[in-house]
């Protein structure tokens, strides 16, 4: 199942996840910084959806106190709750 969340405080704009059986198929992180977030993006694929919370929930981006993967630990932890 796909979902879209909007991440605040960071300069993407919008993720595009793609859910399969508690597995990350698939991320796509619209702005923010292309090879950071084609990085994260491709290093989360065909992980457990907790286990990349764990990993990435409270990095920080300078001093944001927020960052591209903390958005989308966040987004995850939505995506748990439906």
């Known amino acids: 199942m796909e979902y879209r969340y909007k991440p605040t405080g960071v300069c993407s704009r919008e993720m595009i996840i793609e859910?399969?059986?508690?597995?990350?198929k698939s991320v796509k992180i619209?702005?923010?910084?292309?090879?950071?977030?084609?990085g994260v993006s491709t290093m989360v694929e065909g992980h457990k959806?907790?286990?990349?919370?764990q990993k990435?929930?409270?990095i920080p981006c300078g001093i944001k106190g927020t960052s591209c993967?903390?958005?989308?630990?966040?987004?995850?932890?939505e995506?748990?709750?439906k």
């Open 49 to 53: 959806i907790e286990e990349v919370i």
């Open 19 to 24: 859910i399969e059986n508690d597995t990350i």
């Open 30 to 38: 619209i702005g923010g910084c292309p090879g950071n977030t084609l």
């Open 69 to 77: 993967p903390d958005q989308l630990a966040k987004a995850l932890e």
């Open 79 to 81: 995506i748990k709750k």
């Open 56 to 58: 990435l929930k409270g």
